[in-house]
């Protein structure tokens, strides 16, 4: 019997959906972005509150943290079921509620909110293509909200898609080439990369900028996942190591170490918070509908009308009316549109594609040891 662990590990057990409070998490998270675009929306990024303590907005902490959690719970399955069951899970996350939006958003802006008619109108088709492809840019519908402090922008959230389908082709890479198996060779690869990250010019490269960050995020989930055996996670820890990340950050302002200690800390603060939650909130998390990618693909929008219509012109208003606009469009896209696209996923783990892929994973591991 192996010997009891003097700290608490992350277990079969936490990993079910009533096991965690991942659920409600991940709408924190989505409301975090909201809360930062209430003041960028409105011209006012600077007077973002979250500033004052972090060295950056926390709709990007949040986004960072959807990226954490993403590479958290994903890589199981990876490992499980091997790469094609996976990119088809993936697939079936993102991009169903994807292409919904893009046609739901389009006829309400075109026809509601813009001040080139619709017939006349081709920048949407842009909008349309680039985003439904999750390709970066097609954020724009000309004439769109023209009088907003931010006109024509219709939707500036979905840029991050295109880079969480990088970090899967990533991933999915890894577990092609039998890493997702190698944790060590993921960890030192993981810590090279950080190292390379922090000894670059953050513009040297300005199109990998972003990615660079969010890929670092990215695979801190993965690897938490990977070392979840050895890994203790508790929540006085995570409450040191937050404090600890907020000192450096004031202590090194500037530097690009002040963004890693807060995104680092964060990452591990939001794992061990998700799994040592009290009982009675990891039940109700369970239960809960999981309207987080509902209510990030569609807050931008309802935003950008909240302040149109003139419901939300104070960042606080804002918030509130985008979130409360966002929400029933969360709702349908969950029970109409992404819970059922969901529902396809197990018929694909069952295909002789994948149980040979994973007999494979599993071959490949069975030499080598994850100690």
């Not at 499980?80 to 292409?99: D, K, Q």
């Not at 389009?106 to 439904?132: H, K």
């Not at 409450?239 to 530097?255: D, H, K, N």
Request: net charge positive.
């Amino acid at each position: 019997m192996e010997p009891k662990r003097p700290y608490p590990l992350v277990s079969a057990a936490d990993m079910r959906p009533d096991g965690n409070i991942f659920n409600v998490l991940r709408l924190i998270l989505a409301s975090a972005v909201i809360f930062s675009h209430s003041y960028a929306l409105m011209g006012m990024r600077e007077a973002d509150p979250s500033l004052a303590v972090l060295p950056f907005p926390v709709s990007r902490l949040a986004v960072l943290l959807f990226f954490t959690l993403s590479g958290f719970l994903v890589v199981p399955g990876l490992k499980r079921r091997g790469v094609r069951s996976f990119a088809v899970a993936r697939a079936l996350r993102l991009l169903p509620g994807l292409w919904v939006m893009l046609i739901v958003t389009s006829a309400i802006i075109l026809w509601g909110f813009s001040d080139v008619p619709p017939q006349a109108n081709r920048s949407w088709w842009g909008y349309m293509l680039r985003n439904a492809f999750v390709q970066t840019g097609g954020y724009f519908i000309d004439g769109a909200f023209s009088t907003n402090p931010e006109p024509n922008l219709v939707n500036g959230s979905l840029w991050t898609i295109s880079r969480e389908v990088q970090c899967y082709a990533a991933l999915a890479l890894t577990g092609a080439l039998g890493w997702v198996h190698r944790r060590r060779l993921l960890l030192a690869l993981w810590l090279g990369g950080i190292a390379v990250h922090m000894a670059l010019p953050q513009d040297m490269f300005p199109v990998l900028g972003e990615l660079r960050w969010l890929s670092i995020s990215f695979f801190a989930g993965v690897l938490m996942a990977l070392w979840q055996d050895r890994l203790p996670m508790s929540a006085a820890l995570a409450v040191i190591l937050l404090a600890a990340a907020l000192g450096l950050s004031a202590r090194f302002a500037g530097t690009g170490f002040d963004q890693l200690a807060v995104a680092l800390a964060g990452a591990y603060a939001l794992i061990a918070f998700g799994v040592r939650a009290p009982a009675v909130l990891k039940a109700l998390s369970g239960r809960l509908p999981d309207y987080s990618y509902g209510v990030y693909i569609y807050a931008f929008p309802a935003q950008q009308v909240a302040i149109a219509t003139g419901i939300g012109m104070t960042a606080a208003g804002n918030m509130a009316a985008g979130f409360a606009l966002a929400l029933p469009f969360a709702m349908a896209s969950w029970h109409l549109v992404e819970k059922p696209a969901l529902a396809y996923k197990a018929s694909f783990a069952r295909r002789k594609g994948d149980d040979l892929q994973a007999a494979l994973n599993q071959a490949a591991a069975a030499p080598k040891s994850q100690a």
